[in-house]
């Protein structure tokens, strides 16, 4: 597909992978649409698109709210007469233990609340358009996580394999409809959600810039997924031996997290 004739819905591009996939996206003459909560970031980044010579709107809209989804999906269909790829990118993550969780039913909530029904409503609100063009793409920001066994982030991770699942149901539903879905297995990178862990601080991680290179790919190539090798081989090994790779790499994880821990004490 080339970008210049796509105008692409892109939440979290406020900060992070989502505002580098709006800049690529728009850099290759794509039309952006910028979703999420923060106007003013919103604007920063329109305002940089703009000055490139690209063609860039905001919504700002808080996508855990009902109300203002609706309203935004009826400014996105007033204002673009054809819409081409939604990608749901916006997220939260919470780092915390099953077992230190136990009076935080929340955490599942807030998580469930903007990575899986804030994408989940965007996307039905946005469907009715796809089918009635007879195309629509719907990529899927996720992560590495999902494929191999790994600790402290229930509540992040149940969101984001339930999102996987609905991207397998929308494609299995409405392929013949011309919808298709790309899932990105994202690995570590080093936005503003990473920095929330110090200890991720001396983990080597991918860059922003990359990250957003692989939704420009999701975009535009319409793979089914896009993953490191390292997260496919992981899911292989999942779906052959899952008992042994959780035995490896759980404890593999935790040993990680202690070594990271001691080079950022001993660095401060
Ligand atoms: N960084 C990583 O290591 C990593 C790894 C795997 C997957 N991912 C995924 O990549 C995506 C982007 O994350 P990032 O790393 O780029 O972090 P980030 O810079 O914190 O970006 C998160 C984006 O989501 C938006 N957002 C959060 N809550 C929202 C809400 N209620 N309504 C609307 N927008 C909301 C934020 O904007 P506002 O705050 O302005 O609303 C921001 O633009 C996420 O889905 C994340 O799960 C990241």
Redesign the pocket.
């Known amino acids: 597909m080339r970008a210049a004739d796509l105008t692409v819905v892109l939440?979290?591009?406020?900060?992070?992978?989502?505002?580098e996939a709006a800049r690529q996206l728009a850099a290759r003459g794509a039309t952006v649409c910028l979703?999420?909560?923060?106007a003013d970031?919103?604007e920063a980044v329109w305002a940089e698109i703009v000055a490139g010579g690209g063609t860039a709107h905001t919504y700002p809209?808080?996508?855990?709210d009902p109300d203002e989804t609706s309203e935004v999906v009826a400014r996105l269909l007033s204002d673009h007469p054809r819409i081409d790829v939604l990608v749901n990118?916006?997220?939260?993550?919470i780092r915390r233990s099953v077992a230190s969780s136990v009076d935080r039913a929340h955490d599942y909530e807030r998580t469930m609340?903007?990575?899986y029904l804030?994408a989940v409503r965007l996307t039905l609100g946005l469907l009715p358009r796809f089918l009635e063009q007879g195309h629509g793409h719907v990529v899927m920001?996720?992560?590495?996580?999902t494929q191999v066994p790994v600790p402290l982030f229930s509540a992040?991770l149940g969101s984001?394999a339930a999102l996987e699942s609905f991207a397998r149901s929308l494609a299995a539903e409405n392929a013949h409809r011309g919808i298709t879905t790309t899932v990105v297995n994202?690995?570590?990178?080093?936005?503003?959600?990473?920095g929330a862990t110090d200890i991720y601080a001396a983990m080597p991680?991918m860059s922003?810039r990359r990250?957003g290179g692989w939704l420009v790919k999701a975009s535009l190539d319409r793979p089914t997924r896009v993953s490191s090798l390292s997260g496919t081989a992981a899911e292989i090994g999942m779906a052959a031996v899952p008992g042994l790779v959780t035995r490896v790499v759980t404890p593999g994880i935790r040993r990680m997290d202690k070594r990271l821990a001691r080079r950022v004490r001993s660095a401060d």
């Open positions: 939440t979290g591009s406020s900060s992070g992978i989502g505002a979703l999420a909560r923060r970031e919103l809209v808080d996508l855990t990118n916006a997220g939260r993550s609340a903007v990575n804030g920001s996720s992560t590495m996580s992040y984001k994202f690995p570590m990178v080093r936005t503003r959600m990473s991680m922003a990250a």
